[in-house]
């Protein structure tokens, strides 16, 4: 078996001796066109690989922000059809960064999960993180995502016991996404030291790559999180930067500037930590 | 069915908690080893007479259990069919139904070492039930409710504010028990340590379906003793009102094997079944997908994204319904059919001035729908009402509908 753009991109980071930088956005988000602007550009300004977040009416593990751009995109008229698309405009000019989509599961049930899968593979879907999919509902969607060659990540919490560790990480695939804090997205971790505690944990029992994601708001705390992930997970912090540039709710010329250069400046805190 | 022993409707949910295809567990990581936890603490719980027995007294001697079996002598004469009876759930403790389930919680609460507990609430019903228990165990208590319906049912989050606990009110979405929801969940998911969040439906992960089922049950196994004393028979007709369906489970369950025994659930139909999002009867108007850590049957767009509903009826305001609800419609064992806010109006009226009992909003839509099978039965059969909840909380929003100002 060849290997998958996720492997491909951790390796890289490896070998360059730094945590791979993982941007989430939200597909859709302020509008379509300024989304798709955003998504195509992150590359170049140092995401290794991209969550696309997939608006949710009733997105219950996210904060205030995330939850709002979703709505926002929703009223827009985003679907989950229009996120695919988003992920084949973006693949007609990137063969190599890794796209995640991230979402909940009821609209890929409503969808068709097999419609789905298969959809999604060929726009270019390399895996995904379905919140309200514990491994107890593996059936539902990851156990059929892996005969489509589609990654499932998933996420292991403060919560997830070493007991329960082996269950969680059975049928884990592409990286190990292990949640910094029980909260919600946007929330702030209160102890460095005991993520790289359960990093370590995480890393005895498993061989794949772990990111560390919630809570991770500026440079300074990528850089903390870099010095012992394999990747850093950014998300709210970035769709925050995106709203902070709307005028009247409205995208601005300086919309996809303000995101990327926030990007660009986790990327170079996340590269000058050497591993 | 012809061995109904070993084909029960009572052996629902597997061990997996599903009720058929419905039910299930869909949370999020961070909580999945909480309700496994909360499952084999319930087990536990189940088979300790110790638990059994404080449950039992503080039924009968804080809640005034078993509630009455009312016999509804003048609105039986109106509709000229069957005779209709009032299982009387709103003189529980409280005010409704939702009392018996909160009991059971906190015990276990208390027994797996929680010291906060956390609520969701609709009209405020299942808010109130819990404060009180709060209140009677000393524990602190946070209650999410929607915006909307903090607004709606002034009356009862100022009783909850009286017992001690703390009132969020929810503005995300329209405001009402599905976002109470959404942040309750929030808030579980940022306190898992400390937090038992005591949920007030048949709704939600495993096991709470089948708990609160467990809980609720009470109302049905007394019901069944009590109408065998009065008729020396079983009822023909039970029927009850659903929104999350936690009083209509309760009622319904000890019934599902005695297949002579019609059951009926009154889903909140608001402004009629035929407008878009102007309703909240998920079972009639939507489909299955998962929601809440549960599948079931909800309200939805094409796109699998979550409607807001409406109901005249805030504690009928939620897109879903219990998982096991879900399972029994498809069975074809229980009929649901909405009822529309001006058929709850009209019933609510009805049984005030009949009976000389104001009912719950809820139960109103449960009544409704009594007033159109009673009259088509003979007078030699019997129908029972669940009375789920006493109606001095919806006064107001009666009022405001009869353009009455208060």
């Known amino acids: 078996m060849t290997k998958s753009r996720i492997e491909k991109s951790f390796k890289k980071c490896a070998d360059n001796n730094r945590a791979a930088l993982v941007t989430f956005i939200t597909a859709g988000y302020p509008d379509l066109k300024t989304s798709q602007k955003v998504l195509n550009g992150l590359p170049k300004v140092g995401a290794d690989i991209i969550e696309l977040g997939m608006p949710f009416s009733d997105p219950m593990a996210d904060g205030p922000t995330i939850e709002a751009a979703g709505h926002k995109a929703l009223a827009a008229g985003h679907n989950t059809l229009k996120t695919l698309e988003m992920v084949a405009n973006f693949r007609k000019n990137d063969q190599t960064t890794p796209i995640i989509l991230m979402g909940y599961y009821n609209p890929i049930y409503i969808f068709g999960v097999e419609k789905f899968l298969i959809a999604a593979k060929k726009a270019g879907v390399d895996g995904l993180i379905i919140v309200d999919l514990p491994s107890e509902e593996d059936e539902e969607l990851c156990l059929p995502a892996l005969k489509h060659d589609i990654n499932f990540i998933r996420l292991t919490t403060p919560t997830t016991d070493e007991k329960r560790l082996p269950t969680v990480l059975k049928n884990s695939s592409g990286f190990v996404y292990y949640v910094s804090m029980t909260g919600i997205t946007g929330s702030a971790i209160s102890s460095f030291d005991s993520v790289s505690d359960a990093v370590k944990e995480i890393k005895s029992h498993t061989d794949l790559p772990v990111a560390v994601g919630f809570g991770i708001k500026s440079a300074k705390d990528a850089a903390q999180i870099a010095a012992f992930a394999d990747g850093v997970v950014v998300g709210s912090a970035l769709i925050k930067a995106l709203e902070n540039s709307l005028e009247n709710g409205k995208a601005t010329d300086s919309s996809v500037i303000a995101i990327h250069n926030l990007v660009g400046d986790l990327a170079s805190a996340i590269a000058a930590v050497k591993k | ?406």
């Not at chain 2, 961070?30 to 007479?49: G, Q």
């Not at chain 2, 999410?144 to 009132?167: C, H, I, S």
């Not at chain 2, 369906?245 to 369950?253: L, Y």
């Open chain 2, 1 to 406: 069915m012809e061995n109904s022993q070993f084909n029960s409707l009572k052996n629902a949910p597997d061990e997996n908690g599903r009720f058929g295809m419905f039910g299930g567990r869909f949370v999020a990581e961070t909580l999945m080893p909480l309700i496994l936890e909360l499952e084999s603490a319930y087990e536990a719980a189940k088979n300790d007479p110790a638990y059994q027995n404080e449950l039992e007294n503080l039924n009968s001697d804080y809640t005034g259990r078993p509630s009455p079996l009312y016999f509804a002598e003048r609105l039986t004469k109106e509709l000229g069919g069957a005779k209709i009876f009032f299982k009387r759930e709103e003189l529980n403790h409280t005010g409704s139904h939702k009392v018996n389930n909160c009991l059971g919680q906190i015990l276990l609460a208390k027994r797996m070492g929680r010291t906060r507990i956390i609520a969701e609430t609709g009209a405020g019903q299942h808010g109130v039930a819990t404060a009180t228990v709060c209140a009677r165990f000393g524990l602190p208590c946070v209650i999410y409710m929607g915006a909307t319906d903090v607004e709606r049912q002034a009356p009862n989050v100022f009783r909850m504010k009286l017992l001690g606990a703390e009132v969020v009110p929810v503005s995300a979405g329209a405001g009402t028990l599905k976002d109470a929801m959404n942040e309750a969940l929030r808030d579980w998911v940022s306190n898992v340590k400390d937090t038992y969040y005591l949920i007030g439906t048949a709704a939600g992960p495993h096991p709470y379906p089948t708990m609160v089922r467990d809980f609720q049950s009470i109302i049905g196994k007394e019901l069944r003793e009590q109408f065998l004393a009065k008729e020396n028979k079983l009822p023909d007709a039970i029927v009850a009102c659903i929104g999350g369906g936690s009083n209509a489970i309760g009622i319904f369950h000890p019934f599902l094997d005695d297949k002579q025994v019609k059951l009926y659930g009154a889903e909140a139909g608001g402004l009629g079944i035929e407008v878009e999002n102007g309703h909240a009867a998920s079972m009639t108007g939507g489909k299955p997908g998962v929601l809440h850590g549960n599948r079931t049957y909800l309200l939805q767009n094409d796109d699998g994204q979550i409607l807001e509903g409406h109901s005249i009826s805030a504690g009928l305001d939620y897109p879903g319904v219990g998982p096991e609800h879900s399972f029994l419609k498809d069975v074809g064992r229980v009929t649901y059919a909405p009822i529309t806010d001006k058929e709850a109006l009209e019933a609510f009226q009805i049984c005030t001035r009949l009976e000389g009992i104001i009912p719950a909003l809820e139960s109103a839509h449960g009544l409704a729908q009594v007033i159109k099978i009673a009259p088509m039965m003979t007078k030699e059969q019997t129908i029972v009402l669940n009375l789920s909840g006493r109606g001095d909380k919806d006064v107001e929003t009666v009022g405001k509908h009869l353009g009455v100002e208060l």
